[in-house]
């Protein structure tokens, strides 16, 4: 009896250290992936440019005369925090502030940029998330802790282009996730809508639906505690970090965007988004797009339901 209750015991730990050891390194995997990171910006131009061949003549013209500018904040944890800014060509009270994605910068949102400076004729701030691009910060957010960044930067956007500016927020990716997650909070009167393209209901439901995909774990144990140490470790959990539950505090217009072929964050997550917030909103399911492609592949009308979305709430 003894021997089993031995063996027993040795396989409690051995199960309880292996998941301790895999917490630690789901955690480490996805909140400080810097080997995935593409940012101190060197690569980035090249990739977009390749990507995105408009961006070079529009970058090049933004230089030429010194309107691609960097800026810096400190949050209120103490980090230093970047974004570029660029005025729209003539002076408008039509800002845009865009957010990027999972281990991107804000060059990486350049074609956004181009989208609403150079199609749209808008005032643009990209602010790069804690963790990524030239901003400090411990450990990428996941959108949770940045949406507080980027309502600060909404303010320095604001105090940038004049008082009287109306603002939308736009966001890929993590960066609609943050953007939802920011919708919920209270908005100050210069922000008038936001547009958020192939955003995550939740930390945990992606971490869960990646977890599925790339492992091919289930959410227990694993989920439970790599959670419970972010917490620890950074102040918020998987669980709270959700979009769905802030979507549905906001009152403001918004776009959801979102491929029908997307399985980086399934397609099926912008259903409950949708449904969960209330009007005014609108749904743009793109035919063929996998993850953060919609614009890539659908430029001119990508350009004119943003145009026509955002025309009906900026003046």
């Known amino acids: 009896m003894k021997k089993y209750i031995y063996i027993m015991i040795i ?80 002076p408008t009270n039509k800002t845009a502030v865009i957010v990027h994605g999972y281990t991107d910068n804000a060059i990486r949102m350049f074609m956004i940029g181009y989208l609403y400076n150079r199609d749209l004729a808008y005032n643009i701030l990209l602010p790069e998330l804690q963790h990524q691009g030239d901003s400090e910060g411990p450990a990428i957010q996941m959108g949770w802790k940045d949406r507080l960044d980027v309502l ?82 950074y102040g918020w959990n998987f669980k709270e970090a959700s979009s769905l539950k802030q979507v549905a505090k906001c009152d403001l217009p918004m776009f959801f965007i979102h491929g029908d072929k997307d399985t980086y964050v399934p397609t099926w997550m912008v259903y409950p988004l949708y449904e969960a917030k209330p009007e ?12 953060a492609v919609s614009y890539k592949e659908n430029k001119k009308e990508y350009t004119e339901k943003v145009r026509e979305f955002v025309g009906q709430y900026i003046h």
Not at 280 to 291: D, E, Q, R, S, Y
């Open 152 to 233: 600060q930067w909404m303010n320095i956007a604001n105090h940038i282009f004049g008082d009287s500016t109306q603002m939308v927020i736009h966001g890929i990716s993590m960066g609609a996730a943050t953007t939802m997650m920011v919708s919920g909070e209270k908005q100050q009167p210069f922000v008038k809508c936001f547009i958020e393209d192939c955003g995550y209901t939740s930390v945990w439901d992606e971490f869960a639906h990646e977890l599925k995909s790339t492992f091919h774990l289930p959410p227990f144990p694993l989920l439970y505690t790599t959670s419970w140490l972010c917490e620890k470790k």
């Open 11 to 90: 396989i409690l730990l051995v199960l309880t250290g292996c998941t301790i050891g895999g917490s630690f390194y789901m955690l480490n995997f996805s909140l400080t992936p810097n080997a995935k990171i593409l940012s101190k910006n060197a690569d980035s131009y090249p990739f977009m440019y390749k990507n995105y061949p408009f961006l070079r003549s529009w970058v090049d013209s933004l230089r030429q005369v010194d309107a691609l500018r960097d800026t810096f904040i400190i949050n209120p944890e103490g980090r230093q925090l970047h974004a570029f800014y660029v005025a729209a060509p003539q």
């Open 280 to 291: 005014p909103k609108f749904l743009w399911i793109v035919p063929g797009a996998t993850h």
